[in-house]
């Protein structure tokens, strides 16, 4: 079966930096885009990037242009997201999903919480 | 940026009764490949989001009969048809024909 789990979260202050890694299973990994989405705390959900099954094509939130990286490792199935100048709003649950046919994010990770605080 | 507006907030519904919600776009949906690329999600409390409906009113596997998408261009809804405990949660629709992807603000279901 489809599984995504993910790690990397934790406690960073404000301006660090972070990578967040998401593990895939039970497809072919190589075949699918790949999404990050976060969730505030007590707030919606909020799209952060996508990166195409080959990584040649990245689209990223305006709220996250210039300090965030998508990337992946077909190789290693894995997702990742480095996150950089980290800033307090970037406070959230951060969860990967598969990008399946039809446009349709069918797969979501555990989710993984980063906590930007001094 | 296409906004994503939903209506209600907040759904209290008796166990077993249809539960209704509302998701309207502030631009047309349709791709130019001419496709609907609106999807409905749920969110159990302390879970991540699970995938119920696609490209309007496909059901995902594994989703049940009860849940229902309809709706075309901007206004779309998804219809619960008898509300069962396990369907508390929130709601959310989320539009991909465009990027950035977009969510609408949640809908709560709960029980009266």
């Known amino acids: 079966q489809v599984q995504l789990v993910q790690s990397g979260g934790g406690v960073v202050q404000p301006g660090r930096s972070l990578r967040l890694s998401c593990a895939a299973s039970g497809f072919t990994f190589s075949s699918n885009g790949m999404h990050w989405v976060r969730q505030a705390p007590g707030k919606g959900l909020e799209w952060v990037a996508v990166i195409w099954y080959d990584g040649s094509e990245k689209y990223y939130a305006d709220s996250v242009k210039g300090r965030f990286i998508i990337s992946r490792d077909n190789s290693k199935n894995t997702l990742y997201l480095q996150m950089n100048s980290l800033r307090l709003e970037d406070t959230a649950v951060y969860y990967c999903a598969r990008w399946g046919w039809d446009r349709r994010p069918d797969y979501w990770g555990q989710g993984a919480l980063v906590t930007v605080s001094s | 940026d296409i906004v994503m507006t939903q209506t209600p907030l907040s759904s209290p519904v008796t166990l077993g009764q249809p539960a209704s919600i509302s998701c309207r776009s502030s631009q047309s949906l349709v791709h130019s490949d001419g496709d609907t690329y609106l999807s409905w999600l749920q969110q159990r409390p302390g879970q991540p989001p699970r995938l119920l409906i696609y490209k309007i009113s496909n059901r995902f596997s594994g989703v049940p009969d009860r849940f229902s998408g309809s709706g075309a261009g901007t206004d779309f809804t998804l219809k619960i048809s008898r509300v069962e405990a396990e369907d508390v949660g929130v709601y959310y629709c989320?539009?991909?024909?465009?990027?950035?992807?977009?969510f609408g603000g949640g809908t709560r279901v709960e029980i009266k």
């Open positions: 989320m539009q991909a024909t465009q990027f950035p992807l977009t």
